[in-house]
C-alpha cells in the first residue's frame, strides 16, 4: 500500500474525528476552536511530503512561491523604475521577470531536505506544533486555545509518520 495525499487526508480526518468529539463534548475544547484544531491537525498531517518533489503540498509551496516571486518582481520594477528605463533596461527587466521566480523554485528545490528525512521525524512534529502554539500565543490567540491547536498540529504531523512507518515505504 503507497501512502500518498488521500491517505494522510484519510488517516487525519479520521484521528480528528475521534479527538474532536469527546473533547467537545465534554467541554474539554471550546465550541470555537473546532475549526482551528482541524486545520492544524489537517496540515500537519500532509505538510510533512512538502519534502517530496511531486507530492501535493510541494507542488502548492512551489506554486506559491512561483506567484510571490512575481509580486517581488513587480515590486522591484515599481520602485527602481529608473534603472529599467535605462538602455537594455527592458531586457533586464525581462529576464529578472523570468530567472526571479525560476530561481526561487529551484533555491526550494536546492535547499529541501530528502524525502522522509528530517521532515518526517518526530523532531519536526514537535518544532511544527511549538512554532503553532508561539505563534499564536504571540498574536494573543491565549494560552490555552494555542497550546491546543499546537498539539493537534503535533498529533496530525504523529499521525503522518505512523501512516508512512505502516504503509509500503513507496
Ligand atoms: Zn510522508
Sequence with gaps: MQTGFKL???VGTLVLLL??????HWGI???GMIPFVA??????AVLPDIDQDSSIPRRVLNG???????FIFASLFQSNWWLF????????????AVLLPFG??????LMMPRHRGILHSGWAAALFGFVLFLALALINFGLFNA?????????GWITHRAVDFLGDRA
Design 147 to 155: 497550546a491546543v491547536i499546537g498539539a493537534s498540529g503535533f498529533v
Design 85 to 96: 528605463s535605462r538602455p537594455y533596461g527592458d531586457l533586464m527587466a525581462i529576464a529578472l
Design 29 to 31: 475544547i471550546p465550541f
Design 19 to 24: 479527538i474532536l468529539f469527546p473533547t467537545v
Design 64 to 70: 506559491a512561491v512561483f506567484v510571490i516571486s512575481l
Design 8 to 10: 494522510h487526508l484519510l
Design 104 to 109: 526561487a523554485v529551484w533555491l526550494v528545490d
Design 39 to 44: 486545520i492544524a491537525l489537517m496540515s500537519g
